[in-house]
């Protein structure tokens, strides 16, 4: 809601993003919680398998932030929170996260078992990599250069050169050497 000037209200609440502490993501979540702050921490299940046993902990999706849903009046607040270390800026301002985002997150993480998530910064030439679904499945290949959001990468086991552009968010790290 705009006033007369074009500015936001004070009372609208909007989906910013803090960055954290190293590690810190939970303890800021909850931190938050018990000011009475809405926030949100995506978890990802990893289960770790020993000689012995297994365990299953829950990691940060996003590695280093947390998610907040606050007025213009709270984000003192926030900043004040033990582990939180600023605001994430975008042209001088807090980046404002649509709710739109914070949905197709959450429904990822209800419907979807398999994911990573990878920074493209993280992806260079020569990287093993897998496809997560589509009609190349499963599919192992070697990145030969990142465009964008795209992944240029050349398949193997399939008897041919088929080099592919697919979506970064389609491929994970292959543990396989």
């Not at 919680?33 to 299940?45: A, E, F, G, T, V």
């Not at 994430?88 to 994911?115: C, N, Q, W």
């Not at 050349?154 to 008897?159: P, Y």
Request: hydrophobic share 40%.
């Amino acid at each position: 809601m705009e006033n007369s000037f074009g500015s936001r209200t004070a009372w609208n609440r909007r989906w910013l993003v803090v960055y954290t502490r190293p590690r810190w993501e939970k303890k800021v979540d909850r931190l938050l919680k018990l000011q009475d702050i809405k926030s949100y921490c995506p978890l990802k299940r990893v289960t770790s398998q020993w000689s012995d046993r297994k365990k299953s902990v829950d990691f940060p999706l996003f590695s280093g932030y947390v998610f907040v849903w606050v007025s213009e009046r709270e984000e003192y607040k926030v900043r004040q929170t033990l582990g939180v270390l600023n605001f994430i800026y975008y042209m001088a301002k807090p980046a404002v996260i649509k709710d739109s985002v914070i949905e197709k997150i959450e429904h990822l993480l209800r419907t979807e078992g398999d994911f990573e998530v990878i920074d493209s910064q993280e992806l260079n030439p020569g990287d093993r990599i897998r496809i997560k679904s589509g009609i190349f499945y499963n599919q192992e290949g070697t990145v030969i250069k990142v465009q964008g959001k795209n992944v240029l990468m050349v398949f193997d086991h399939l008897n041919c050169a088929l080099v592919s552009s697919t979506p970064i968010n389609n491929v994970m790290l292959s543990t396989a050497i």
